[in-house]
């Protein structure tokens, strides 16, 4: 066994923590977006860091390199197979605008897989880079509490390697949930993000099939997340609504038959498919942690990591970021801005903590949702005890007579005073490049009156917003008709 010691003169310190010198300033278990992003800030200060980064494989054997969810299974190769299915559009499109394109157009997925692999890669190795860089050791190991200062790491080979540490950071984040209630889920389904996913599928010409079970997008609002299902209805993505999979069996075809319950016909359907995905949620990863040793506290019902507004653990020099705490925004801008106020406030003498209100986030589907601020729902709780004006627009630019762009605002502001913007919403082609800008506005405390002063982009789509002036409740047609 390995160990990583301090020594006074011929002592060896490692029996408690009254008389033991740690090795390092901050020790940051995950490799993800937040943690790195922790790590790496801390470094710059000067002083010591390491990172334990370790992926279990998925039940089908998948792995993946350093960098997280995001990086290897997530945002970034989900949003790159987003973009190839927006290209395919395009192509199709082209011809409306004069270019000369064979018809059908086809699309090679082993391609575009292995370019999406090559540049995962290339991110792999850039966070190796910059980790050597900075000076920040990189441990490829699964770690778990000794004791509230020492963390034990384990190869893949079974070597250990006993590390200490000042402060400790949580940053594992989740993996995919599996319905193992559900026969064959392990043994035949992998994960991925559901609308999304389908989304950019059907856009490469896959035929594609969504299974819910009540709605789309929860969290969101309800209004926005069904207009972006009926679009992808439009464009062929086919719904299975109010329906759960009771089965999944391989049959001699080597597809995967589905057994499954419709709720409103109170039937038993059968279909078969090529690939089952599952999209039901994920769950922190916190099994082999032992944070029960050391008196981490978790909700006992998410299995999520309870923090304050400091990001501190139920024990004092233990930190806790990113999509393993309770009650944060599932995202990787929040966790690498997180991971950076938490190496400030420990190491630079700052107070700054994060601001977890008015996050932006967009949902890339094939037209994509993208929204800052309160739902529709969440704004008409009751507990704010305020009116609402509510804005919705809705624009068809006809390119043709079977394709046409959409796009549709819908701003929740107060009613009272001076009318302060509580929530934007935005379904329509760069919502992410769209919200981006307006979501400054919204964080300095935007009002409708300045948002109908601001002067809009002449043509584009985000210049609607300037223009939005029906509210919801007058019941008058907000379709847009003209330039």
């Known amino acids: 066994m390995q160990r990583h010691k301090t020594h006074t003169g011929s002592r060896l310190q490692l029996s408690n923590r009254a008389d033991r010198a740690n090795e390092y300033d901050l020790l940051v278990i995950g490799g993800g977006s937040g943690g790195l992003a922790c790590a790496k800030e801390a470094a710059q200060f000067g002083r010591k860091v390491a990172v334990l980064d370790y992926v279990e494989p998925s039940p089908q054997g998948t792995k993946w390199g350093l960098g997280g969810t995001c990086v290897n299974v997530g945002c970034i190769p989900k949003k790159l197979m987003h973009q190839a299915a927006l290209l395919g559009s395009a192509l199709k499109d082209a011809q409306h605008y004069g270019w000369n394109i064979a018809q059908p157009v086809h699309h090679t997925w082993s391609l575009m897989a292995q370019a999406v692999q090559n540049y995962v890669k290339s991110l792999n190795w850039g966070h190796r880079v910059q980790l050597q860089d900075k000076k920040v050791k990189y441990f490829n190991m699964k770690g778990s509490f000794s004791d509230p200062y020492t963390i034990r790491g384990l190869t893949k080979a079974g070597k250990e390697t006993i590390i200490t540490a000042e402060n400790i950071v949580i940053a594992t984040g989740g993996r995919p949930k599996y319905p193992t209630h559900i026969a064959g889920a392990l043994e035949y389904g992998i994960t991925n993000v559901s609308l999304e996913c389908a989304g950019f599928l059907t856009g490469i010409g896959l035929d594609t099939t969504v299974m819910m079970r009540s709605i789309p997008l929860r969290g969101f609002d309800q209004q926005m997340a069904s207009l972006v299902t009926e679009h992808m ?251």
């Open 233 to 483: 209805e439009s464009y062929g993505t086919k719904f299975l609504k109010r329906c759960f999979p009771t089965k999944v069996e391989k049959l001699e075809s080597n597809r995967l038959q589905v057994t499954w319950k419709n709720t409103d016909l109170g039937t038993e359907e059968t279909d078969s498919f090529d690939t089952v995905m599952w999209a039901v949620g994920r769950a922190p990863d916190t099994e082999t942690l032992n944070l029960e040793t050391v008196g981490v506290k978790t909700n006992s019902e998410t299995g999520k990591i309870i923090v304050d507004a400091s990001e501190a653990t139920s024990v004092p020099h233990i930190y806790a970021i990113g999509d393993i705490t309770e009650g944060r925004p599932e995202l990787t801008p929040t966790a690498i801005a997180a991971g950076k106020l938490l190496a400030q406030r420990l190491f630079g003498e700052s107070s700054e903590l994060m601001d977890y209100d008015n996050v932006p986030t967009t949902v890339f589907t094939p037209l994509e949702y993208g929204c800052v601020g309160l739902s529709e729902e969440m704004a008409d709780l009751g507990a704010l005890q305020f009116h609402l004006i509510q804005l919705h627009a809705l624009s068809l630019n006809v390119l043709r007579k079977d394709l046409y762009v959409m796009y549709c605002f819908q701003v929740v502001c107060l009613r009272e005073r001076e009318q302060r913007i509580l929530g934007l919403h935005f379904i329509g082609p760069n919502a992410g490049e769209v919200i981006q800008g307006f979501a400054l506005g919204i964080k300095c405390g935007a009002t409708y009156p300045q948002l109908m002063k601001t002067i809009g982009i002449h043509p584009t789509c985000a210049e609607e917003i300037t223009k939005l002036h029906i509210t919801k409740r007058s019941g008058l047609d907000a379709t847009v008709t003209g330039c």
